[in-house]
C-alpha cells in the first residue's frame, strides 16, 4: 500500500528534521524531473543546504529512495492499524485515490511510487527494500483480516486472509497506476467499483 508522505516538520532532534527536509525536496526534484535527471545537487539546492551536508545524511540518491520507501512503509503500517471495518477499508481506498488524482502533496505520488518501482529492476538495494516494504505491509493486512471483529479485526480463516491481503495489495498497485495514466478520472465513477470489490473482499 502506498501510504502518507507527510513533509511538515516534526518535533524531533535536528538531525531528523535535516534528514525529513531532504526527504522532501527529493520526492519534489523527482517528480519534477524524474530520477535520473534529479542529481543530488538539484536535491541540496531544493533543499536548501550545501551538498556536503546533505552527503552527512544520504551516502547517495539510492539511500534517499530506500530512507522514503522505509517512510512510505511505517506511514502505510499506521493506515492499517486504523482499520476496523470493512467500510474503513473502503474508504480509506478512496480517499487516496482522490489524493493521488488530485496531486495531494501529502500523499506518495503515484508517478513516483511507479517510477521507485522500474529502478527497482536497475538497482538491488531498492528491489531489495521495495520487496520487504511489500512483505511487511502484506503481513499488516494479514493480520488484521484474520484477528477477529471482537479485535476490530475482519474475522477471515488465516489462509483466506493470505489469499486476499495479496489481492489487495494487487489492486492497489493497479489503482495507481490508474491515477497516472488517467488522472481526469471521476472518483465518484470508482466508488461503487471499489465499494463493491471491498465488500466480496471481506466475504469468507
Known sequence: MTGHAVCAGKDTPRAEVQRERILCAAQKCFIEHGFHAASMANIAEAAQMSAGLMYRYFENKSAIVRAIIERQLQDGR????????????????????????????????????????????????????????????????????????????????????????????????????????????????MREVIEKFVSALVTP
Open 78 to 189: 499506521a493506515q492499517i492499524e486504523q482499520l476496523h471495518t470493512s467500510a474503513d477499508l473502503a474508504s480509506s481506498i478512496l480517499q487516496t485515490y482522490r489524493s493521488w488524482l488530485a496531486r495531494d502533496p501529502s500523499v506518495m505520488n503515484p508517478a513516483l511510487y511507479l517510477e521507485m518501482s522500474a529502478e527497482a529492476t536497475r538497482d538491488p538495494q531498492i528491489a531489495a527494500a521495495l520487496q520487504d516494504s511489500d512483505e511487511r505491509i502484506f503481513e499488516a493486512l494479514q493480520a488484521w483480516m484474520a484477528r477477529t471483529r471482537d479485535e476490530r479485526g475482519l474475522g477471515l480463516p488465516l489462509d483466506l486472509a493470505s489469499r486476499r491481503a495479496h489481492l489487495l495489495m494487487q489492486v492497489w498497485n493497479g489503482l495507481a497506476v490508474s491515477a497516472v495514466r488517467h488522472p481526469n478520472q471521476d472518483p465518484a465513477a
